[in-house]
């Protein structure tokens, strides 16, 4: 089994919670809904340093982090996730979508991120760290 590692941020504006559908070109998960994630892939750069990079790369927006939490581990058909989360407090101002990385944003409430199946990990790991 392969071993990833990301760190993944809830992105909050007000009372609501981006999501992002990932791209059909994606090798993992493609199509599939999350949170902005990025993989912990880069030399002589902090992991936080990583997921604003990811923010601004993705949705062209920058945030604050507020909040980060102890790392959770989950395990799916494509490996095992070692993830570092985040919460990260941001405008919308700016924001628009890469392409090459998603084909859909949207800002949700805390009840509606349940309808979205795929974030199960997501939203279970979040809670176990005690960040949702």
């Known amino acids: 089994m ?11 504006n007000k009372d609501r919670f981006l999501i992002a559908k990932r791209s059909l070109n994606k090798t993992f998960a493609p199509g599939e809904w999350e949170f902005i994630s990025g993989f912990i892939d880069k030399e ?4 936080e340093e990583i997921m604003l990079e990811e923010l601004k790369e993705e949705l062209n927006i920058s945030g604050k ?18 993830v570092v989360p985040f919460i990260i407090k941001t405008g919308a101002k700016g924001l628009r979508i890469n392409d090459m990385d998603h084909t859909e944003l949207k800002w949700v409430t805390k009840r509606q991120l ?5 974030l199960d990990w997501f939203i279970e790991g979040f809670k176990e760290s005690g960040m949702l």
């Not at 990301?6 to 909050?12: F, H």
């Not at 002589?44 to 992991?47: A, D, E, L, N």
């Not at 982090?65 to 070692?82: A, E, L, Q």
């Open 2 to 12: 392969k071993t990833y590692a990301i760190c993944s941020a809830l992105i909050i």
């Open 44 to 47: 002589k750069i902090t992991v």
């Open 65 to 82: 982090i507020v909040r980060s939490g102890p790392p959770f581990v989950k395990t799916d058909r494509y490996g095992r996730w070692v």
């Open 114 to 118: 349940s309808e979205y199946k795929n």
